[in-house]
């Protein structure tokens, strides 16, 4: 059984821009750029400065430990000096149902919100921030459930215990397309019904201005919206982008020819592998009692494996579905452009950062040969290409961006790209995506990664990156050593910008648990 849905990009994209009154004459009228935001705190203006950065970190306790608890109280104390909180996405686990939130996000996070000392009378689609929390969307935050599964798991207690092996939080709802995200975080224009309250309310927070044009104002502690699902903003001379990578990430077609015809039938035949191996582990699981301590540790294991499973199959399934040209946010895609050109032309800014869920480049077990995984490196290295031919010799020895973040991946990872041959080259990225859901393994394969160049006679395979960091799941047994992070990066003043990150950890290993901070490194 399925038991996961996913809307397809252009449901993804319209829904959204349903929710934003994406270009309504009320809008245009007062020239407001939707895709802008300034962070009115007082201190955005400061070249100094530090942020926290998360992700993946949706979920629930696990057998009396909640990690993601564990990995907040790591930043809360850190929280009084710093200027920004980012989430690289997946916000909630496993389908983005807004039943989640009181228990996945707002009590985890009780101090970043207002009224966080009693966090049960904070709705989701009310919440306040004490400290900007800046988040984009990632895969879990569109899911849905099929009807069939809704029907198991939103009945009796009986039919719920059924699937306790798959441990996964899903209830009568889905994300409706992603919608419990857009009400939780974006400016939910949709829901002013009144044409006289919506010029109200674009007149009351769309007050700030850019070069763009007015746009909305984001201020701590009283209006702390989002103004679309992909959007940037100034602080400290940085600009920041923060992207939709879930309307990109499309694998590109298989192609009509007897090698296409090859990686089709190999993809048909892992996925009845998989399939099998799945069967396997459901079989195991029926035998083992989750109130046994030794059988629920690796219930619990395999549960992480099915997880893995499922994402591999949805992989496979987004390759085996691309008869034809892949749907790229070619909107998106082209915003990202024209606003790095601008930022590259503008005096004031000094650096660069991009924040998305989907990570270009990675080592992670199961992420760092996935067709999504390449589909988002080179769509963004197609979009730094067009950046730096307009550019030119602008540019010199620096590289388009300064930093890339993202999650998806569930560990955290320092990598750095080398000479590509495009203008993706010598490029840090950072993946956080440790913060609370099941930590992850690195590739047995090693640190480097290579790159088969299809487009070059002859295809030639060269290396295009290293990983320079890499905490996650190592270990098996009574010795198996989980880690769930996060990363605080202080901003240095100064053109190019230095970046001083500082990975914090909070580690399980048996029944222990112990706080770390790893030995900070700048770029």
């Known amino acids: ?16 821009q349903e929710r934003v009154r994406w270009q309504h004459p009320t809008i245009v009228e007062r020239e407001i750029d939707q895709t802008s935001m300034v962070i009115d705190d007082r201190q955005n203006d400061s070249p100094e400065f530090s942020f926290l950065v998360i992700g993946d970190s949706g979920t629930k306790s696990h057998f009396g430990y909640h990690p993601q608890r564990l990995v907040a109280k790591l930043m809360l104390e850190h929280k009084d000096e710093c200027s920004l909180v980012l989430h690289t996405g997946d916000v909630i686990y496993v389908v983005g149902s807004h039943e989640y939130y009181p228990a996945n996000f707002i009590e985890p996070y009780r101090e970043f919100l207002i009224g966080g000392e009693n966090p049960k009378n904070i709705a989701y689609d009310r919440m306040v921030f004490n400290l900007p929390f800046l988040p984009v969307l990632g895969n879990h935050d569109y899911y849905d459930v099929p009807l069939m599964y809704r029907l198991f798991t939103g009945s009796t207690l009986r039919l719920r215990r059924m699937f306790r092996y798959k441990d996964f939080e899903i209830g009568w709802h889905g994300s409706n397309q992603g919608n419990a995200y857009a009400k939780a975080f974006i400016d939910y224009l949709a829901g002013i ?11 009351n927070h769309y007050t700030a201005k850019v070069d763009t044009g007015r746009c909305l104002r984001y201020e701590p502690g009283m209006f702390t919206r989002l103004p679309n699902r992909y959007y940037t903003f100034r602080y400290g ?8 990578s879930n309307t990109f990430n499309a694998p590109s077609p298989l192609p009509t020819t007897q090698a296409g015809d090859i990686s089709r039938r190999e993809l048909q035949k ?3 592998e998989i399939d099998t191996e799945e069967e396997q582990i459901l079989e195991l ?9 030794e059988d629920a540790e690796q219930l619990d294991d395999l549960s992480a494996k099915l997880d893995q499973i499922n994402e591999v199959k949805l992989d496979i399934e987004k390759q085996l579905a691309s008869h034809t040209p892949a749907t790229i946010d070619f909107e998106q895609l082209d915003w990202l452009r024209q606003r790095l050109i601008e930022s590259w032309n503008n005096s004031q800014v000094r650096g660069r950062i991009v924040y998305l869920h989907h990570p270009p480049y990675v080592t992670e077990a199961t992420k760092w040969h996935q067709a999504q995984t390449l589909a988002v490196r080179h769509r963004l290295r197609w979009v730094f290409e067009q950046v730096a031919q307009t550019l030119g010799n602008q540019v010199k020895e620096r590289p388009i961006v300064d930093l890339v973040l993202s999650g998806h991946a569930h560990c955290l990872e320092h990598l750095r790209t080398v000479d590509t041959g495009y203008a993706d080259s010598h490029i840090n990225y950072i993946i956080s995506g440790g913060s609370g859901r099941r930590p992850r393994r690195q590739r047995p394969e090693g640190s480097e990664l290579l790159e088969t160049f299809t487009e070059i006679s002859g295809s030639p395979t060269r290396k295009v990156a290293d990983s320079l960091l890499y905490v996650g799941r190592k270990g098996q047994g009574f010795q198996k050593q989980l880690a769930y992070s996060c990363v605080r990066i202080d901003v240095h003043p100064g053109t190019p910008p230095k970046f001083t990150v500082r990975p ?6 048996g029944e222990n648990w112990f706080n770390s901070q790893l030995e900070p490194f700048v770029i």
């Not at 699981?285 to 301590?293: A, I, W």
């Open 1 to 16: 059984m399925r038991l996961i849905s996913e809307p397809s990009i252009p449901v993804k994209i319209h829904k959204m």
């Open 193 to 203: 019904a009144s044409p006289e309250h919506l010029k109200e309310h674009l007149d």
């Open 237 to 244: 001379g940085i600009d920041f982008f923060a992207l939709d």
């Open 270 to 272: 892992r996925r009845q």
């Open 285 to 293: 699981s029926d035998r083992l009692n989750p109130d046994n301590p």
């Open 504 to 509: 914090l950890v909070a580690e399980r290993t």
